[in-house]
T-cell receptor, first 113, second 115 residues
Framework: DAKTTQPTSMDCAEGRAANLPCNHSTISGNEYVYWYRQIHSQGPQYIIHGLKNNETNEMASLIITEDRKSSTLILPHATLRDTAVYYC??????????????FGQGTILTVHP | DVKVTQSSRYLVKRTGEKVFLECVQD?????MFWYRQDPGLGLRLIYF???????EKGDIPEGYSVSREKKERFSLILESASTNQTSMYLC??????????????FGDGTRLSIL
């Protein structure tokens, strides 16, 4: 699985968009980009994933650059409850893949009033 | 919404006890996983199962076993609990990997303390 690089921490004002970057310059053609978040003492929560195209769901948007070497998770209107550690993961999405997830250090997002 | 339910949020057991952690998912997922999460070590895969009665070892299976008698339920067993098994245990499930890109969905975790 490709290695990812994320900033250690970010701040965001409540109500504003939070844009979380992730670099994955060694991504392979069959690897997907996944985003999870983890609030203290809870299990990781799946947010969104994509392969090539930009994706949007009720929680967030995922913007993947054309060369797929980086991506941005966008929380359009951040709330205090979005304060969490956000993990960007790149892994093969199917076939005979091993299946395990590996979380890096992630980005600590703090949303303040 | 996918629901993965772990039987306990907090559990305290004694060294040498046999410990059972239960996980149930309600989305008819083929794959189920057990991880442990420790500060500084991240997420580590213990066992996973891709079908009923099927299991595969992950990266750290020693001291653990699993059982999957029904599709919706995946149990983690600590055969003889030791203090180094004190950890946050996370269960996850996903659709078959044949369906490309399927994400894993996690339960809330069980914080297990072995005294």
């Amino acid at each position: 699985d490709a290695k990812t690089t994320q900033p250690t921490s970010m701040d965001c004002a409540e109500g504003r968009a939070a844009n979380l970057p992730c670099n994955h310059s060694t991504i392979s053609g069959n690897e997907y980009v996944y985003w999870y978040r983890q609030i203290h003492s809870q299990g990781p929560q799946y947010i969104i994933h994509g392969l090539k195209n930009n994706e949007t769901n009720e929680m967030a948007s995922l913007i993947i650059t054309e060369d797929r070497k980086s991506s941005t998770l966008i929380l359009p209107h951040a709330t205090l409850r979005d304060t969490a550690v956000y993990y960007c993961i790149v892994r093969v999405g199917g076939g005979t893949s091993y299946g395990k997830l590996t979380f890096g250090q992630g980005t600590i997002l703090t949303v303040h009033p | 919404d996918v629901k993965v339910t772990q039987s306990s949020r907090y559990l305290v057991k004694r060294t040498g006890e046999k410990v059972f952690l239960e996980c149930v998912q309600d989305m008819d997922h083929e794959n189920m996983f057990w991880y442990r999460q420790d500060p500084g070590l991240g997420l580590r895969l213990i066992y996973f199962s891709y079908d009923v009665k099927m299991k595969e070892k992950g990266d750290i299976p020693e001291g653990y076993s699993v059982s999957r008698e029904k599709k919706e339920r995946f149990s983690l067993i600590l055969e003889s609990a030791s203090t180094n098994q004190t950890s946050m245990y996370l269960c996850a499930s996903s659709l078959s990997e044949v369906l490309l890109g399927q994400p894993q969905h996690f339960g809330d975790g069980t914080r297990l303390s072995i005294l």
